[in-house]
């Protein structure tokens, strides 16, 4: 079952949220959903515009509701449903906040009060990034209030005081979508089904909020590859709930007296989300597929991504013990396209046909490592013997990546670096 924003809309997902091969019933989308991206935002000048910033009236918007809160109500509804059959089921539930436009219930900006914000610990481009790893945040520029700035392109800053109202409502959407988690949740524990089912949390990016003098999701950097990952498993990650205990209670954040929760054991490895599937195929019992061949394209099924059950510390389930101690297990991939070696409208969101270059990183827990190569669209080939430039970040002297090493290593000590 698929609630919200699961698969990306379009042709990423078939125009069809990849429906019938992915789910069992079709697709629920709430039906406010259309009105995100619309003139739905009161301006200081009381019309309504299409602004970055958003916080509403749910008395004044269209349906008097959010997309968010209609999906928790619609996976509720599917867990009850659930409760009353003997299967086993998926129900995968997503959320639109915190993505842009930041449209959330207004109360929530209490939560951050303005005079309290500050702004990015490096709010300025770092003087070693290349031109061709700078994202420009063009669809930042497209709304209405961001507009209205005036700003230069591409390198042109948002003035202080906006940054904090932009990094304000980020919070506050951040803290609404919370909420509905919350709730979710709490009805597993209403629904008696806190012990029997297993929960993942997670996100498809991360946003940069002034970090660099960038804003929005299209780099490599952490600040928008770093995403959070959680899982709840009955009686491994928690103890069962006894009779009438509650695992999930709803926190309510307007509350100042309430109490905090236990946090869970956390791991500092570098992992990635291809390995979700495997995770919880394994967690579920059931058959993990061996990994891609490459090509794999007669292969029905098989996965990227290595089995992180090793990292639960379970002593009774089967593990994928042929990559325990491999070195991958703690490297992260990630990769962005880029149509030119400078920052121009397109650079954020290419079309296939005009990718020029890519953005091949590696992340492990000492450094960060990108090279920007010329890349083939027609034939989705990478040229690794034409860099166009290079980044290289030692996160523990440099967790923020400000300092670019590449140029300092270069023929020095960087091949020892990448040598696992």
Not at 75 to 87: G, V
Request: a negative charge.
């Amino acid at each position: 079952m698929s609630v919200g924003k699961v698969f990306h809309p379009g042709i990423s997902s078939n125009h069809s949220d990849d429906s019938p091969y992915s789910w069992s019933v079709p697709p629920y989308h709430p039906s406010s959903e259309k009105y995100e991206n619309t003139k739905t935002c009161k301006g200081p000048d009381g019309e309504l515009h299409a602004n970055l910033i958003c916080p509403v009236d749910m008395a004044d918007i269209p349906e008097g509701t959010l997309p968010d809160k209609q999906s928790t109500k619609k996976a509720i509804q599917l867990l009850e449903k659930m409760k009353t059959s003997s299967s086993p089921f998926f129900l995968a539930v997503g959320y639109h906040k915190p993505h842009i436009p930041f449209r959330y219930p207004k109360e929530f900006q209490k939560l951050y009060p303005l005079e309290n914000i500050t702004l990015a610990p490096d709010p300025h481009v770092p003087p070693g990034l290349p031109p061709v790893a700078y994202n420009p945040w063009m669809d930042i520029r497209q709304r209405e209030d961001v507009e209205a700035l005036n700003l230069s392109v591409p390198y042109g800053s948002i003035p202080v005081d906006f940054q904090r109202k932009i990094r304000q409502s980020y919070f506050a959407s951040v803290s609404y979508m919370d909420t509905q988690v919350g709730h979710l949740l709490s009805a597993l524990d209403d629904l008696q089904l806190a012990n029997s089912t297993i929960v993942a949390f997670t996100s498809d990016h991360g946003w940069a909020l002034g970090e660099h003098g960038e804003w929005a999701k299209y780099s490599n950097f952490d600040v928008t590859t770093h995403v959070p990952l959680m899982f709840y498993v009955p009686g491994r990650t928690a103890p069962l709930p006894e009779a009438g205990e509650k695992l999930f209670p709803y926190i309510d954040p307007f509350d100042s007296i309430s109490e905090l929760m236990e946090p869970g054991r956390q791991v500092e490895d570098p992992v990635e989300l291809v390995s979700l599937f495997p995770t919880l195929a394994g967690l579920a019992g059931l058959h993990v597929p061996p990994r891609c061949p490459s090509p794999s394209f007669h292969v029905e099924l098989c996965r990227e991504g290595q089995s992180l059950l090793n990292h639960f510390q379970f002593h009774d389930l089967e593990e994928d013990l042929t990559l325990r101690g491999n070195p991958r297990e703690s490297i992260a991939y990630s990769q962005y396209p880029r149509p030119a070696d400078y920052p121009q409208w397109n650079s954020d969101k290419p079309s296939l046909k005009d990718i020029k270059f890519m953005g091949y990183s590696i992340r492990t827990i000492d450094y960060r490592y990108t090279v920007w190569v010329s890349f083939n669209p027609h034939e989705f080939l990478a040229n690794f013997s034409d860099v166009h430039a290079g980044e290289l970040y030692f996160v523990d002297s440099d967790p923020l990546q400000d300092h670019n090493m590449y140029n300092e290593t270069q023929g020095g000590d960087l091949p020892q670096l990448l040598t696992p």
